[in-house]
């Protein structure tokens, strides 16, 4: 199992920017199937990317295609959300997650994870 902390969130007014990160610590010999989730007030935990262990693919929910980008640093277990066209309804708490198996990054239903940070946008 790893740890994982995520980083870069906060406050910013619709139409902009903020990038996020995630590192892990931990079991980090290998590399891992890496992703994000956030959840909204009174809302359940939703997808919003995921990238494979070499960072060759990435997968996104349609609400954030085109607007958001997941990254890696290489093979580390490192990986970033840039997120631009930020709109008042991404406001909510960002989760990183990880684990071996990308359907279980993708399904949200296991794996590592981290404690969330908050992004709220302004309108």
């Known amino acids: 199992q790893v740890q994982l902390v995520e980083s870069g969130g906060g406050l910013v007014q619709a139409g902009g920017s903020l990038r996020l990160s995630c590192a892990a610590s931990?079991?980090?010999?290998?590399?891992?199937?890496m992703g994000w989730f956030r959840q909204a007030p009174g809302e359940e935990r939703e997808f919003v990317a995921a990238?494979?262990?070499?960072?060759?693919?990435?997968y996104y929910a349609d609400s954030v295609k085109g607007r958001f980008t997941i990254s890696r640093d290489g093979t580390k277990n490192t990986i970033y959300l840039q997120m631009n066209s930020l709109k008042p309804e991404d406001t909510a708490v960002y989760y990183c997650n990880a684990d071996d198996s990308m359907f279980t990054v993708r399904s949200g239903k296991g794996g590592s994870w981290g404690q969330g940070i908050q992004v709220t946008v302004s309108s």
């Open positions: 931990g079991r980090t010999s290998r590399s891992y199937a």
């Open positions: 990238i494979t262990r070499n960072g060759y693919s990435t």
